[in-house]
């Protein structure tokens, strides 16, 4: 693939970065090692008090781009790293996640044969602290598919496509529109449903391969605040209108109902209002069928009273035990 100049096209690595201070080197390094040679690395630090912007500092002699603005979030700090970069792919990449180094290659060579107007996706596994320990499961998502199709799959079974797994073209995020600033938690999936819906369909890169951090204390995605699961909420009902204004069929509401349904089981018992908003959204959508499953004894409590007395059993049980013996059977 070449550039209207006839050189490789120049791809945007974009790094958003608030208190990341333990991890951002990793990443920077896995950016820079990346073998496609025609790229930029940004990074915007959002208002971090850890010692990230001295760290990001460091990387400047290399070529990364450095940023600042007072804590504005994620989604804002992505739009201006977007605005920032000049290159006609874009590569999301948070401070605490890691690329394979061919990563970028694999999937600019992709776009090669299909254009720009598909959303590129990659393999991805789960690590703690290197890439080397990551575990990779069979990833639902990792397939090519239409933008409805691939969707429908996805909200019905609540899988995962973590942010650093995709490459998009700037043109494809210029039809999707910006990240929505309102958003925390599952900002990322709210931002890459109009990407899937603006795309002519996602296409799977083989061999090309992300690593997602987890397991990280006081992350986002582990967070049970209200205001984490307002913006989840949120997030999961404009999920619901893009889907359906694309197409208002019987399987794109069963998808919104089980995708409501599947967020009432997350946020109870922490906020009853919300849990009670979900399952109404799943009633608008024509209700959903999904049985909850967990270990044999929240299996039997589920059958017996129900998912939300068998859950309220789990963390009584859990609790009883401590924060060191995981109940294994519940």
Known sequence: MTSSTGAPPLVSILVPCHNAGAWVAQTLESALSQTWLQKEVIVMDDGSTDDSLEIARGFEARGVRLMTQPNRGASAARNALVEASRGAWLQYLDADDLLAPDKIEKQMALAASIGDDKAICARWGRFRATSSDAEFAPLALSKDAGPVDWLVLKLSGNHMMHPGAWLVSRALTEKAGPWDVRL???????????????????????????????????????????????????????????????????????????????????????????????????????????????????????????????????????????????????
Not at 229 to 249: G, I, M, P, Q, R
């Open 184 to 330: 925390s938690l599952d900002d990322d999936g709210e931002y890459f449903t109009r990407i899937v819906l603006a795309s002519a369909g996602v296409r799977d890169c083989a061999g090309a391969t992300s690593f997602y951090r987890s397991h990280v204390i006081g992350s986002l995605s582990g967070r049970r605040s209200a205001k984490a699961f307002e913006s989840a909420y949120l997030s999961a009902t404009l999920c619901a209108k893009w889907l359906l204004e694309v197409e208002d069929s019987a399987r794109t509401h069963r998808a919104c109902a089980d995708m409501f349904m599947r967020l009432a089981h997350t946020i109870y018992p922490d906020e009853p209002k919300l849990v009670r908003a979900c399952e109404e959204q799943s009633r608008v959508h024509g209700g959903s069928s999904i049985r909850f499953e967990g270990g044999q004894l929240f299996t039997h409590a589920a059958s017996l009273l129900g998912w939300k007395t068998a859950k309220r059993l789990q963390g009584f049980r859990a609790r009883a035990l401590g924060p060191n013996r995981r109940p294994r059977d519940s």
